[in-house]
């Protein structure tokens, strides 16, 4: 009888162990699933002096799970410049479903949460690093290409 106990407890270890590793998601909507979240845009934007200085930008990005979408974001620069802020970034896909995030620029790299949205991304939840390259195309315009790699739940 003693042996059978201490099989039993010696199984429920093994169980407990065994389920203690499994990877839970870290960004999983509830209910959602994670998804690969890759995209490739470009916008327009203007640069906007004061305190804060802003930073606007439209364009268009394709992504996964959007296809062919319209971009929009706005940044704000912190009181030591635009290397470091935060951002706003709306989605529109051509359904009209969005994707709502916003992001922090630190040192220069960009990091966007996102924060739900609307028709099958309602709740949504994930992140996005963003990699570009700008060119100036005037003294407060520009030009930015880039590219998203990150997880999307929902």
Same mark, same amino acid.
């Given at each position: 009888?003693? !042996?059978? $106990?201490?099989?039993?407890?010696? @199984? /429920?270890? /093994? ?14 909507? !509830? +209910? ?20 804060? $200085? %802003?930073?606007?930008? #439209? ?15 706005? #940044?704000? @620069?912190?009181?030591? +410049? @635009? ?7 709306? /989605? ?10 916003? +992001? ?9 949460? /996102? %924060? ?15 990699? +570009? ?17 990150? %997880?999307?739940?929902?």
């Amino acid at each position: 009888m003693t !042996k059978r $106990i201490v099989r039993f407890v010696v @199984c /429920i270890i /093994i169980v407990v162990g065994a389920l203690a590793t499994i990877a839970v998601p870290a960004h999983a909507a !509830k +209910g959602g699933t994670d998804r690969p979240w890759e995209g490739s845009g470009s916008v327009t934007g203007t640069i906007t002096l004061g305190s804060p $200085i %802003t930073v606007s930008s #439209v364009g268009t990005v394709n992504v996964t799970h959007l296809g062919r979408s319209a971009y929009s974001n706005v #940044v704000t @620069c912190s009181a030591t +410049g @635009c290397a470091n802020a935060t951002t706003a970034v709306t /989605i529109v896909a051509a359904n009209g479903d969005t994707v709502f995030g916003s +992001g922090v620029v630190t040192n220069g790299a960009t990091r966007v949460t /996102i %924060t739900g949205g609307t028709g099958r991304f309602a709740g949504a939840s994930g992140y996005y690093d963003v990699a +570009g390259t700008t060119v100036f195309t005037g003294p407060l315009t520009f030009t930015l290409t880039f590219t998203q790699s990150g %997880t999307v739940s929902y």
